[in-house]
T-cell receptor, first 115, second 113 residues
Framework: DGGITQSPKYLFRKEGQNVTLSCEQN?????MYWYRQDPGQGLRLIYY???????QKGDIAEGYSVSREKKESFPLTVTSAQKNPTAFYLC??????????????FGQGTRLTVV | QQPVQSPQAVILREGEDAVINCSSS?????VHWYRQKHGEAPVFLMI?????EQKGHEKISASFNEKKQQSSLYLTASQLSYSGTYFC??????????????FGSGTRLSIRP
């Protein structure tokens, strides 16, 4: 079945550690995104990529890094520079149909907690 | 540049109607609507492209006024399963390397029996 897989589902990080969240899709989509969601809040864009080996900063990129070496993979690293990383992280992907972006498919999310 | 959604929350009795609004300060190419249940991933409802096309999905429909840069989601004869948080996502460009979907802060909908 096609879809997006995020791992792990739950992640605990100690202060000062870097952690990497995995996102893999087998939908053959060009575009991939990372969003952060805090309790009762909307989805804020961290990074996005429309094509392999290219990615753009979103609204809250500070303290995060990404890579897009393969079409199906878009890992997110939460660095020690991110001072408040506890949140629910969602990865999404979509494609384009003519000039428009198509529906976004989301992974099940990773809940990151700083301990 | 985040779209503004209103209302922030709404409580309905089963069978009542609701309207959720989404507006942007930027010219829009498309508007996406999603519903998220607590602790789960958002689920796609529909996309509207510039051109003012109104779409429907069961008893949920939406409109897009590109001149006003606004979209509205209409839920009629609401069911308990409609409960959740509704997000609009906007794309200001057609396809380019800078194309992205920006989401609003959400509207929490609660349906009571």
């Amino acid at each position: 079945d096609g879809g997006i897989t995020q791992s792990p589902k739950y992640l605990f990080r100690k202060e000062g550690q870097n952690v990497t969240l995995s996102c893999e899709q087998n939908l053959n989509h060009d575009a991939m995104y990372w969003y952060r969601q805090d309790p009762g809040q909307g989805l804020r864009l961290i990074y996005y990529s429309q094509i392999v080996n290219d990615f753009q900063k979103g609204d809250i990129a500070e303290g995060y890094s990404v890579s897009r070496e393969k079409k199906e993979s878009f890992p997110l690293t939460v660095t020690s520079a991110q001072k408040n990383p506890t949140a629910f992280y969602l990865c999404a992907s979509n494609d384009r149909d003519g000039g428009a972006l198509t529906e976004a498919f989301f992974g099940q999310g990773t809940r990151l907690t700083v301990v | 540049q985040q779209p503004v959604q209103s209302p922030q929350a709404v409580i309905l009795r089963e069978g009542e109607d609701a309207v959720i609004n989404c507006s942007s300060s930027k010219a829009l190419y498309s508007v996406h609507w999603y519903r998220q249940k607590h602790g789960e991933a958002p689920v796609f409802l529909m996309i509207l492209l510039k051109g003012g096309e109104q779409k429907g999905h069961e008893k949920i429909s939406a409109s897009f006024n590109e001149k006003k840069q606004q979209s509205s989601l209409y839920l009629t004869a609401s069911q308990l399963s409609y409960s959740g948080t509704y997000f609009c996502g906007t794309a200001a460009l057609g396809y380019s390397s800078a194309s992205k979907i920006i989401f609003g802060s959400g509207t929490r909908l609660s349906i009571r029996p």
